[in-house]
């Protein structure tokens, strides 16, 4: 799989497009900021996006007459949005799951943490 197949396929991909549904005039800085990811790493996933037309890109002038940028999801990003959170959810509940099972062989091969634990939340 090459690099922009997996980009697709990515929880960040996922983050980007919320964030991007939430607020169209998220600057790039304050998306990077937010979403703990280099500017120049949301800069390439930015232009991968608008390059495959998952978003796309207005521009408008702000209050102080600088041109800044909105950033739209396409009917094809709104797809690719809701079939990345079908496939997100999925994984997290599997995580989920196999999380819980973990948790019960633990307190199988160490029943004290349970009793810790409980003490530790009184």
């Keep these: 799989?090459?690099?922009?197949?997996?980009?697709?396929?990515?929880?960040?991909?996922?983050?980007?497009?919320?964030e991007i549904e939430r607020n169209p005039q998220i600057t790039q800085r304050d998306l990077a900021q937010k979403l703990e990811i280099s500017l120049g790493k949301i800069n390439f996933l930015l232009n991968a996006l608008i390059n495959k037309g998952i978003i796309e890109i207005k521009n408008f002038k702000n209050s102080k007459n600088k041109l800044a940028y909105m950033y739209l999801l396409t009917p094809a990003g709104i797809k690719i949005k809701l079939e990345l959170t079908h496939k997100f959810f999925i994984w997290k509940l599997q995580e989920y799951e196999k999380l819980k099972e973990e948790i019960e062989s633990l307190k199988k091969e160490a029943p004290f943490i349970e009793t810790v634990t409980e003490k530790e939340n009184s």
């Design 1 to 18: 799989m090459d690099k922009q197949t997996k980009i697709f396929d990515s929880e960040k991909t996922l983050d980007v497009l919320r």
